[in-house]
């Protein structure tokens, strides 16, 4: 059973640092697509950062350009979002999903098969 796990998230100032981790399990990811997203409250879920399945290739969305960055280790099944320069916009829940079955970054919500539980970050002004 394939099973993503966040963690990393909590409570952090303007223009504070945090690491996202996303820990897969029941299958190996090597060859998936992987992408964070998030949710606010009363918004929709929007795509953040996406990376393709060789790590060669990243994309992200314009409000977290230059801030967020993406990145992999397939030796550990894992994939890590480093969230620089964080401002209040930021807090929302922070979701992990993988392309089982696919490789290209790709920042459509639809695309992506499986998806962690979420992790809280929230960011005081």
């Known amino acids: 059973q394939v099973q993503l796990v966040e963690s990393g998230g909590g409570l952090v100032r303007a223009g504070g640092s945090l690491r996202l981790f996303c820990a897969a399990s029941?299958?190996?990811?090597?060859?998936?697509?992987w992408g964070w997203f998030r949710q606010a409250p009363g918004k929709e879920r929007e795509f953040v950062a996406a990376?393709?399945?060789?790590?060669?290739?990243?994309y992200y969305a314009d409000s977290v350009k230059g801030r967020f960055t993406i990145a992999r280790d397939n030796a550990r099944n894992t994939v890590y979002l480093q969230m620089n320069s964080l401002k209040p916009g930021d807090t929302a829940v922070y979701y992990c999903?993988?392309?089982?079955?696919?490789?290209?970054?790709?920042?459509?919500?639809?695309?992506?098969?499986?998806w962690g539980q979420g992790t809280q970050v929230t960011v005081s002004s």
């Open positions: 029941g299958r190996t990811f090597s060859h998936s697509a």
């Open positions: 999903a993988a392309r089982t079955a696919q490789a290209m970054a790709v920042p459509q919500i639809h695309e992506y098969d499986a």
């Open positions: 990376i393709s399945g060789a790590g060669l290739n990243t």
